[in-house]
Each structure stands twice: as C-alpha cells, then as structure tokens.
C-alpha cells in the first residue's frame, strides 16, 4: 500500500549551511529514527538498515539506497530507499525528494515529500496505522535533520551544544512505543480539528 | 413462531426420524475429548513451517537456505528445485488447472508458499523460516479483474502462456481462464427487445472466508519398512484425498490412508488439496518420519479456499403486471492466482445456473467470464453448493429491483411469478428439475407470522418521520446434493455416496459412511435412519466415518450432499438388511414374508396376535438359524447415485432500523422458515439453521477480503475479518412446511446451507429497503456501519436540525 506524505519544516539556519549537510548522505540517513548506512557502494549507491521497534516486534529492513538526483540549483535531493525486512515477510520502499527553500537570511526551510510503499505482513498488520505511523516517521526526520545542521553550523556555539544534547537524547532505533503514544496524540488532534504539529 | 419441541419424545426407545435426539457428538467436545488434527502427536514427528511471499507478483531471484539449515534441530528446507525431480513443485487442480506447490521461480500471490522448514518443532521450524533468504524482483501487480483482459494487463501465469485451454474450455487471453454460457441467448434477447418493462442492477458479491474454527492441517506418516502412507488431515472429502495422493505420489490407494479425524468446521473450505498438505506428505517420504503441518489463522485466511468474489449484471424483462419474460446475467469471476475452486468438474461456475430461483422464468441466458489476479486461488466454499449463494443472491436483490420498478410490493412480485404447487416437477429454463415445492403456502405463513402488513404501516409511519426502517425478504430455491453421477464428477469419479451397515448379532450395529462430518451431527441423524429402518435403538447405533482404511468410499460431505445422497444410501442399505431381516422372520415364523407385517421393532404375522419376531431376535437368527440357501450375517452396502438434486427453499423475512447518524444497523427482526422436506432431527436442523444464519449475517454485514493496489491483502487477521459473537449476533425467529421430496428414499432434503444462502441476500433486501423511497436499488455488502453512513450521507440524511 502507499502513502504520500509532504512535510515542511521551518530551519532557522541560512540555506547554505542546510544544503552542506543534505549533501551528506550518511547524515541525512542518519536523521531518519533506526536508520543507518551500512555500506557505501559509492557515492550514488548505499546499503543499509532500518530497525523498527512494535511491542515485542522488532522489524529490521535491510535495503539498498539510491541517490537519484543531487540539484544544486534547486537545492533538492532524491533518494529512494527500497529494503525486505530480514525475516522476509514485509517489504517497504521510500522514494523521497527534500528541497531546501530560503525564507530569510537566516532561515531557510525543509520541504519533504514522500511516497512509502509497504508490502507483506507489515501492510496486513499495519496498514491502517501506515498514515500517521509514516507521518511521525517524517516528523522525527524533520527534527533531527534541524538539530544536525543546527549541530553542525559554525558561529553560533550555544544553539549548536544545544541542538547536540537533543540529538543525543534521540533514541537510536524506531521506538514502536512512542510512535504509538504519538501516533494517538496525533489521532485526536486531528479528531478535534486541531492542526496537527509539524515539528 | 414454531417451536423445537417438535418431535421430542423421549419415551420413544427407538429414537429414530423426526425425533430431538440430542447430539451423540456433544458429550466427548464439550469435555475437550475431541481429536482433531492438531491432537495427533506420533513417534518421532517432526512439524513444517511455510516461508511465504511478501509479494503479490514477483519473480526470485533466489533462494538461500544456509543460515535456516545451521539452526539446530533443523532437517530440511525444501523449495521447488528439491521437488522437480519428483515433478511434484505443481500439482492438478480439482479444476483441471495446476497450482504451485512451492513457487516455481515466480510468486503470484502474496504469502504463496516459496519453501518449506522441517524442524523438531514447531517453534525451531518458525525461527527457521525467518531465516530463509528470498530474494525478489517485483513485477507489476494485477489486482482489478476488470483490467484483467486488456491487452496491456500484466501476464500473470506464464506457465499457460499459448495454451488456449486451461481445463475449463477455449480462452482468448493469457490471464483468461474460461467462459462459461448456459440457456438461450437468443431467445433471451428476443424476450428483452419485446418487454414492456425492463430492469438491470450491477451488482459486486465480495470475497469471503468460511474461516472454519480449526483451520486446516495434517500429520503425514511415511512408513519406508512397509511403503505404506498415513495421513491425518482436516479435509471434507478423505476418499477423494487419497486418489489425488495416489495419483501424485504413485503409491497405490491401498497403500495410503487418509483419516479425518474430528473436524472443527468445515463450510467448504476444507475441500481443497492444499500446498501445505503436499509438502508435509512429501517431507515424510524423504525424511521416513511423521511430519505435522499445520496453518495459523493468517496463513488460513490468506490462503485457503475463500468464496464469491462474483461481478454480477442482471437484467430482467418483465410485462407492466410483472410477470417475468426473460432473465440475463453476466459475471465476471476473480479466481486469482490459480484456478483452484472446488466443484463438479463440468460445472466452471458451480451450480450458478440455478439463478432463475423460485420463479417461473420462461427463458434465460448466463455468461460467466473466469480471470487470472494476483490473489489467492479459489472459489466456490463457504456454506454452499457451488455457487448457489451468489445465484439466489442475483435473482433475489433483481426481483426487488423489478418491484420498485413497477411500484409493487416485494412480496406481491413473488408472488406472481413463483412456480406453482402443481407445476413440480418444474424444468427451468437452466436445465435443473425442482424436484418439490409450495412457494405460495410458505410465503403467506410467514407474512401473517410478522404481520407484513403492520410493518409495512410502521415503515410507512417511521418514513414520514425522517426515520430509516426497511424490509427485506427472500424466497429462495437452493440445489443441494451433488449429486446424479450423469452431471457431476470430480477428477472423473461421479458423485454418488456410499453407507456400510453391520448388524451383530445381539442388534447393535456398526455403520460407516463416505461422508465425514464436520459439525453436522451424522453420528447421531444417520443413527436415526436406521433406528426408523431397522427398528433398532439409535443409542446401539455407531457411527463412523473418516478413515478410508475402514469406510466405503465417497466423495464427501460438502454442497448440503450428506442426508441428500449419503443419508439415502444409509436408507437404501437398511432397506436391504430389512428384506433379509424379513425373510429370515418369516422361516423363524415359518410363514410365508408376504404373511408379515411390519410394526416399529418387528415383523407380526397378519391376524395372529402374538406371533411375531423382533429385529433383536432377528439380528441372533441371522448368525445361527438362517433359511436354507440364504448366506449368514446382517448386513448391506449402498453405493447411492441420486437420481436428481434436492431443492430446498424458504421465506426469510428481515426487519432493520438504521441510525441515520452512524449507520448503524440494529437486525429488530429475523424470521426463517425453511422447507428441507423430511425433518430427521428437527433439534439438529434448527442447530444448523442457526448455524447458517449467523454465518450469512457475518457475509452481509462485515466479511470482506479485500486486497489494495499492490495486492497486498488487508483482512487476514481477526482484527479485521469478522466473526460475530453473541454480541452482535441478532435474534432467529425459525419456522418450517415440509414438502418431501419425491425422489429421496426419505423424502429429505439439505438444509444447512440454505440459511446462509437465503440469509445474505435478506439483509441486503432489508437495508436498501431502508432507501428504497429515495431512489436507492441496491448497496453493496458488507453492509457495515461505515459504508451505510456514506450512503445516508450522499442522500444528506443526517443532517441535524
């Protein structure tokens, strides 16, 4: 099944600064809860994992990442991730294009758009879960690719300490728990009208 | 309302015909001493687990078992190379298709067998098949039968590309299976062009599950010493299993043995040879151990055999008074991956063509379309004679489209076309013979059961209020008991079935059956045939069937055929013994037979009180005082080739009230009467009707399967798929007529799909009848809460204020 997902987050970092690190792909892969790069084939092509935690069940995809457009005059970068999970029973894949956009001087902002595909036992089981599952999956991604670059940036020493105690506060795989708790929160905001949160 | 206490005599010591005896199977499953497959533990047993597809369409690329073989207690991981050489990687279909028992280079569905793990137990054969690495390259994905044909569809099964015959006739499409047309499209036509009135309905009959309480397994045992096979196995038709084991395997029938133990429902689900079966046969040939395969509840639904999935336009003609000219149907038949349905083997879409119902349709023309999807392979089961279901629900909801055409009472409508009392035998246009029926006697006693005409008012009155109540109603005809030998056969065996009755010598009696019950109480109604027959005590009476080492064969208990041919060659085989009975009276009496007269328990001799001889006193005679030239010993076979199906009917009459704000649909009223012909044990067939109603309400209200774009099933668990408790369930209010049937030895008839059959299409009657007033014809099933609040809110009802 798929979803389409887009996403925008507001980065108070000039837009240079943003783009350095979306050009570093085992960064930005590492932005996304559970990801990592595991092996790097060169520089278009990487491997690598996704552990997923639900419960009891823990889902590690293994996969292969493709770098298939680096534009430097849009600042936009796709990528397509595309994994099985180890016990061969769930597949998913990842087609995703970040563009950065400068708002001011100072800021710019990360403009994500996604199509997650699932198959397999994860679709049957998860699939009325996969919007807001996916949803919170980009929300994290937003907020970890801001403290990167936050982390990263040279000038500003107190927001980048800053930004690096909140990265390493993130836990290091997709907590199936706290996505629960978020995913519900994100349920009855949406139940209540109320504009659910982007960042 | 009837009661069912009808029948209940327990002075009676006979116990035989029309007697509430209670359940002889009860005592052993409520006390957890049933044995069923899964309760079958062997010396040495080794058990299987299944590596599935998480693809609906792929090829693979490959297969590395390495990692599942190093797991200790491991001993084998077979995939579709390891059977090549014994050419058993496909196996026939009872459909004259192939299906792959593991996927053979490519997958067509999702959660398709790719290999299978044998391991020291069912725990280390799970962690094993986590560790068997597929690798797939996924290929676009067929999910629309509508798309199947165009000429850019995907290709689905290579493996018949440039065949122009897939086992069911000519076809014009790699993802084509067959086309199947019966009546006179011609005559048909002519009857459209001339009406006064016509009317046509698109109507879509979901895939469902039958989702048996225990799903399906078995336990193989290969003894090498003795070249000699046994299987137990969760399946309605044993006989018919180890012909196709036969054959596969080359092993001789003598040298296998299929016993079906307990089964934990069946509703046809459990016809089928499945993938899992073949490899836990096989594994125990290789391996010369008993292996246990047996499914979760996942893969069961996912891949097992589910039923409908039908595409149905009907159209009907008809004169300005309603009486019906002509009847045109068109379906198009999703049989996925495989065509794999279980049914007759001339009969593509099953007995479908008894679509012209209770009613007097002059001419009629059927066209059924089978296509290849990317989803399971099936067809056919779930509580019904092949294809039944889908027929009385086409020609149900067209006679309610008809009636609001013209603006007349659904029931009128019957009325006027039924078949008549005197018409019977009635020849269809379809080429069936309604062997017996009374439409019009049943109808009007359940219309003044509910007060029809007071509901109508109270509908009439809620209507004018803004409230949403409907009326549904169903006079349906099903064919059950498959059936006579001329039409119908499965791999080219006919579909007769068979009764071995032996009575010992101080008159108790051992019987056994080609049928196998799955629920249905045989232990106890086929007692009750030879207690009438034999006048012997049921209680004496043993039933056993199952086990094709010791039971005549038969092809089964599936399609309502058990008291339809089973139960008459029971009747028949006792009649035997009866006349031996009687002649052996007659020495022991030393009169002439045609002297004798038969009373309940014994032969009397005509005018002469006190001279008679019991069939207990019989039953000794027969093993030591015989008349001369007569060979000793009481007892008779039957092989039993019915003569014709049986046509059981009803009226079902439904009454719903619907929450306008959530759709919600409250069942206030279900009324059953059904006519089975001859009742053997009323409190059994009240069990079963019950049994059906719950089912068709399950189907009409919630069952689905339903697959997204990339074939990815979304229904396979219980959180999604339905199954209703006490809690949802609504009241049954039953009735009956009896209209025997008059070519049955007893006058009986099927019954235990008919309340499924003539359910489903009740509630669907019931809820459009809600609409009715606005325009609405027809919605389409499930008829769960969320999709009847979309229609309430396309028609703006539930606006506040």
Redesign the interface.
């Known amino acids: 099944?798929?979803v389409n997902l887009d996403k925008t987050f507001p980065i108070e970092v000039p837009l240079n600064s943003a783009w350095k690190f979306l050009q570093d792909i085992p960064g930005v892969a590492s932005c996304m809860p559970g990801a990592e790069i595991t092996e790097v084939v060169d520089d278009r092509h990487y491997k690598g994992a996704v552990k997923a935690k639900l419960g009891p069940a823990t889902m590690a995809f293994n996969g292969d990442i493709e770098v298939k457009g680096m534009d430097a005059a849009k600042h936009e970068l796709q990528l397509l991730g595309r994994g099985?999970?180890?016990?061969?029973?769930?597949?998913a894949e990842m087609d995703l294009t970040a563009q950065l956009v400068e708002t001011g001087s100072n800021a710019c902002e990360l403009k994500g758009s996604a199509v997650v595909?699932?198959?397999?036992?994860a679709?049957?089981?998860g699939?009325r879960m996969m919007t807001q599952v996916a949803d919170q999956i980009l929300n994290q991604f937003g907020k970890n690719f801001t403290a990167h670059v936050l982390a990263t940036q040279e000038g500003d020493a107190a927001a980048a300490s800053e930004a690096q105690e909140r990265l390493a506060e993130q836990p290091k795989e997709l907590n199936g728990l706290a996505f629960a708790w978020s995913v519900i929160v994100g349920f009855f905001r949406s139940l209540f009208g109320a504009k659910s949160s982007s960042n | 309302m009837a009661t069912s206490a009808e029948g209940i005599t327990t002075q009676d010591p006979i116990q035989g015909i029309g007697c509430s005896r209670k359940r002889k199977e009860d005592p052993r499953f409520v006390q957890g001493k049933g044995n069923y497959v899964d309760d079958v533990k062997m010396t040495g047993m080794v058990y299987a687990d299944i590596?599935?597809?998480?693809?609906?369409h792929a090829r693979i690329k490959s297969i590395n078992k390495e990692k599942a073989l190093a797991v200790p207690g491991v001993h084998a991981v077979l995939t579709a190379d390891d059977l090549k050489p014994l050419k058993l990687h496909w196996m026939p279909t009872l459909a004259g298709d192939v299906q792959a028992v593991l996927a053979d280079e490519k997958v067509h569905m999702?959660y398709q067998e790719v290999a299978v793990v044998i391991a020291d137990s069912r725990y280390i054969a799970a962690d094993a098949?986590?560790l068997?690495?597929?690798e797939?390259e996924?290929l676009p994905v067929l999910v629309d039968p509508h798309k199947a044909l165009e000429p850019d569809a995907p290709i689905l099964r290579e493996d018949t590309v440039g065949k122009d015959n897939v086992g069911q006739g000519p076809r014009k499409h790699p993802n084509h299976i067959f086309s199947w047309e019966v009546g006179d499209a011609s005559a048909t036509e002519r009857a459209f062009d001339t009406a006064e009135v016509s009317v046509a309905q698109e109507m879509y009959y979901p895939r469902v599950h039958p989702s048996p309480l225990e799903t399906c397994g078995c336990v193989a045992s290969f003894d090498k010493a003795r070249g000699h096979l046994t299987v137990y196995i969760t399946s309605q038709a044993p006989h018919v299993v180890r012909t196709v084991v036969s054959l596969l395997s080359g092993l001789p029938e003598s040298k296998i043995r299929i016993i079906s133990p307990d089964i934990g429902g069946g509703f046809g689900n459990k016809v089928g040879i499945y993938p899992g079966y073949v490899t836990a046969i096989v594994a125990s040939i290789v391996l010369g151990r008993p292996v246990k395969w047996v499914e979760d509840r996942?893969e069961h639904l996912s891949t097992t055999a589910w039923a409908r999935d039908y595409w149905m336009s009907g159209e009907l003609a008809a004169d300005k008074e309603g009486h019906i000219k002509g009847l045109r149907v068109k379906v198009l038949a999703d049989h996925g991956a495989f065509n794999s349905h279980a049914q007759p083997t001339k009969w593509p879409a099953g007995l479908f063509s008894i679509v012209t119902g209770s009613y007097d349709i002059p001419t009629a023309y059927v066209k059924v379309d089978g296509v290849y999807t990317n989803k399971s392979p099936g067809g056919v089961a779930y509580r019904c004679s092949f294809r039944v279901t889908e027929a009385v629900y086409l020609i149900e909801r067209m006679m309610d489209v008809l009636a609001q055409k013209l603006g007349m009472d659904k029931a009128e409508i019957r009325r006027r076309n039924f078949v008549k009392k005197e018409q019977f035998p009635y020849d269809t246009a379809l080429g069936w013979q309604l062997d017996s029926g009374d439409y019009h006697t049943a109808l009007e006693k359940v219309l003044d059961a509910v007060d029809y005409a007071g509901l109508r008012k109270e509908q009439a009155e809620k209507r004018a209020q803004g409230e949403l109540m409907g009326i549904g109603l169903v006079t349906f005809t099903e064919i059950v008991g498959a059936g006579p030998s001329k039409a119908c056969d499965i791999l080219g065996v006919g579909m007769f079935d068979s009764a071995e009755i032996r009575v010992h010598p101080t008159g108790s009696v051992i019987a056994r059956m080609g049928t196998i019950t799955q629920g249905q109480g045989h232990q106890t109604t086929y007692a009750q045939i030879i207690a009438t027959e034999l006048g012997l005590p049921s209680e004496d009476i043993q039933i056993e069937e199952g086990d094709t080492d010791t039971a005549p064969y038969g092809l089964g208990t599936y399609g309502s055929r058990s008291t339809p041919v089973g139960g008459a060659a029971t009747a028949v085989a006792a009649r035997k013994i009866h006349a031996k009975a009687q002649k052996i009276a007659a020495h022991l009496l030393e009169v002439s037979e045609n002297d004798l007269e038969w009373e309940v328990d014994r032969f009397k001799v005509k005018g002469l009180p006190g001279q008679e001889k019991t069939m207990k006193e019989i039953a000794w005679a027969a093993y030591n005082d015989v008349p001369e030239g007569m060979e000793m010993g009481l007892e008779a076979v039957d092989y039993y080739d019915p003569p014709n199906f049986t046509y059981p009917f009803g009226v079902y009459l439904c009454v719903v009230d619907i929450d306008k704000y959530t759709g919600q649909v409250h069942v206030r009223r279900f009324y059953a009467l059904d006519d089975c012909g001859t009742r053997i044990n009323p409190m059994i067939i009240e069990g079963q009707i019950h049994g059906g109603l719950n089912e068709g309400f399950a189907v009409a209200m919630g069952q689905e399967l339903p697959y997204?774009?990339?074939g990815?099933?979304?229904?396979?668990?219980f959180?999604d798929y339905f199954i209703p408790t006490f809690v949802e369930t609504p009241y049954w209010e039953t009735d009956y007529t009896v209209t025997p049937s008059p070519h049955h030895p007893l006058g009986a008839k099927g019954v235990a799909e008919s309340p499924h059959v003539g359910s489903i299409p009740c509630f669907t009657s019931a809820i459009v009848d809600a609409f009715a007033h606005l325009g609405i014809t027809h919605m389409n099933m499930p008829h769960n809460a969320y999709r009847v609040w979309k229609q309430i809110h396309e028609l703006g009802l539930d606006k506040r204020g």
Do not use: C, F, I
Request: hydrophobic residues 30%; aromatic residues 4%.
């Open positions: 099944m798929h099985q999970d180890t016990k061969g029973s769930s597949s595909t699932v198959n397999g036992k679709a049957s089981l699939g | 590596v599935r597809s998480p693809y609906a999702q098949v986590d068997v690495e597929v797939y996924p996942m997204d774009e990339d990815n099933l979304m229904g396979n668990t959180m």
